[in-house]
């Protein structure tokens, strides 16, 4: 009885820690159907009249189509910045795992240090480096800071050392693999489930960075999603001629999340393979 009730509960708990994270987005969805009145004097959590088709044809056509440019912006940088990252987390999480040089454990212990440390308080010192490199207001400025990411180094590390026995990678060297012939042909095939995750989690992250291009990018051609939003909302505030209305700001929000979506539906298998540690004997 106690087992049964202590089941009901955990499910209550789950039902309503669903609703906390999926009201968001409920409301997201929403307030993408109304125009511009709908969206403050109808009910927040419901709708109204339909407009979502005509706030997706206004949101297209907003400055000269400037939110398929950002769209871009923001693939771009999340391919290039997810895929970079991802390869240097396997190579780092490879040698940190399975081979032996002098200051391994140093360096691994500094490496879980700068995963305590909030990406926010590393931009403006990111900013004077780029300042003096020229690379401020480049799209290097935003993708070469992604490139390191602390905590896909660890988690492959861990993958690595409690996936891939030791016999696989003495087998190969005995039969005269080198080393980086050992990786790729032995190892970085059995890493496939945790490289995905790396890459997903990567290529989230940059796509929701905000503060590193604000701070970055003054080009507004160079702009990913979340920084043009924001420009358009500030734009909005202030009641500039022209500005984006909030039904379009909003419209553009829901259309931004939408590969988001996308690429957990379609890598989540691969997401879920690459958290189930040591399975590969």
């Known amino acids: 009885m106690n087992t049964r009730k202590g089941s009901v509960a955990a499910h209550i708990v789950m039902g309503l820690l669903a609703i906390y994270f999926l009201l968001p987005f409920w409301w997201l969805l929403v307030a993408a159907t109304k125009n511009n009145d709908g969206l403050f004097q109808s009910a927040s959590l419901w709708f109204s009249d339909f407009h979502l088709i005509d706030n997706l044809t206004l949101l297209f056509e907003q400055d000269g189509g400037v939110f398929v440019t950002w769209m871009r912006n923001s693939a771009f940088y999340a391919v290039v910045s997810g895929v970079g990252a991802t390869v ?11 081979l032996r040089f002098p200051g391994r454990n140093a360096l691994f212990a500094l490496l879980l240090g700068l995963i305590m440390v909030p990406a ?6 990111t900013y004077l480096l780029m300042s003096q490199a020229n690379m401020v207001d480049t799209i290097w400025a935003v993708i070469l800071p992604s490139l390191l990411n602390p905590f896909g180094v660890y988690l492959l590390r861990v993958y690595v050392h409690d996936s891939i026995p ?6 190969a060297r005995i039969d005269g693999a080198g080393e980086f012939r050992v990786f790729t042909s032995v190892a970085l095939p059995a890493m496939k ?3 995905v995750t790396v890459l997903l989690f990567s290529m989230v992250a940059s796509w929701n960075n905000f503060f590193l291009p604000l701070v ?4 507004d051609q160079l702009y990913p999603l979340t920084v043009g939003l924001r420009a358009w909302y500030m734009s909005a505030i202030m009641g500039n001629g022209g500005a984006a209305t909030f039904n379009v700001i909003v419209t553009g929000a829901l259309v931004a999340i939408v590969p988001l979506i996308v690429a957990f539906l379609m890598l ?3 997401w879920r393979g690459g958290l189930t540690i040591g399975s590969v004997k």
């Not at 926010?120 to 010192?125: D, E, F, H, I, S």
């Not at 970055?216 to 080009?219: C, E, G, I, Q, R």
Request: glycine share 4%.
């Open 193 to 195: 489930p945790a490289l």
């Open 268 to 270: 989540q298998r691969y």
């Open 216 to 219: 970055m990018l003054s080009d």
């Open 120 to 125: 926010t308080a590393l931009v403006l010192p």
């Open 88 to 98: 240097i987390s396997a190579l780092a999480g490879y040698a940190f795992a399975k």
């Open 166 to 171: 030791d016999e696989m990678l003495e087998a």
